[in-house]
T-cell receptor, first 113, second 113 residues
């Protein structure tokens, strides 16, 4: 009963380093997305995907890349980490049907120093 | 612009008292409405949703929410609060015809023993 799995849970990066946050879901959901959560700002959409091979930008895409080579996986890449990217990142997935619930991973706490 | 507002950063309530966490939205058409709860260092968990039908929706852990179309509100309620209800609550809207969710900034609920 895995649901949405994110790794790593915690990461400290130096400014300028790159890294990938992994996300996998086992529910065969078409849609996947990445959010960042910052105090007082709620959840902001970074990138999303409506199916394998299809991705699009959300509200705050700068500094991040994504790809969706399979239905299950949706990694988020930080190209050159900046302190402004210190945040909690959540991966989510949901089925295509409009009324369906979005399911979240447990979060990845990223600190850029 | 489409938006979701949670006007209270924090709500304090005594254990056993009723609680209300407010949410209003500004989107066109007939959106789908959701409430999620986040416990410390965890991902968001689904509480309840409104798609259509009865304006009073019942969800997990004794929570319910009332949809008011004329006031574009979807307030979360519980008749008798528990200390264990203390958490961060997010309202979310999925505009009809889209696959993007818009989240509010969250309301921290503190239930005092």
């Amino acid at each position: 009963n895995a649901g949405v799995t994110q790794t790593p849970k915690f990461q400290v990066l130096k400014t300028g380093q790159s890294m990938t946050l992994q996300c996998a879901q086992d529910m065969n959901h078409e849609y996947m997305s990445w959010y960042r959560q910052d105090p007082g700002m709620g959840l902001r959409l970074i990138h999303y995907s409506v199916g394998a091979g299809i991705t699009d930008q959300g509200e705050v895409p700068n500094g991040y890349n994504v790809s969706r080579s399979t239905t299950e996986d949706f990694p988020l890449r930080l190209l050159s980490a900046a302190p402004s990217q210190t945040s909690v990142y959540f991966c989510a997935s949901n089925p295509e049907s409009s009324g369906n619930t979005i399911y979240f991973g447990e979060g990845s706490w990223l600190t850029v120093v | 612009a489409q938006s979701v507002a949670q006007p209270e950063d924090q709500v304090n309530v005594a254990e056993g008292n009723p609680l209300t966490v407010k949410c209003t939205y500004s989107v066109s058409g007939n959106p789908y409405l959701f409430w999620y709860v986040q416990y410390p260092n965890r991902g968001l968990q689904f509480l309840l949703k409104y798609i259509t039908g009865d304006n009073l929706v019942k969800g997990s852990y004794g929570f319910e929410a009332e949809f008011n179309k004329s006031q574009t509100s979807f307030h979360l309620k519980k008749p008798s609060a528990l200390v264990s209800d203390s958490a961060l609550y997010f309202c979310a809207v999925r505009p009809s015809g889209t696959y993007k969710y818009i989240f509010g900034t969250g309301t921290r609920l503190k239930v005092l023993a």
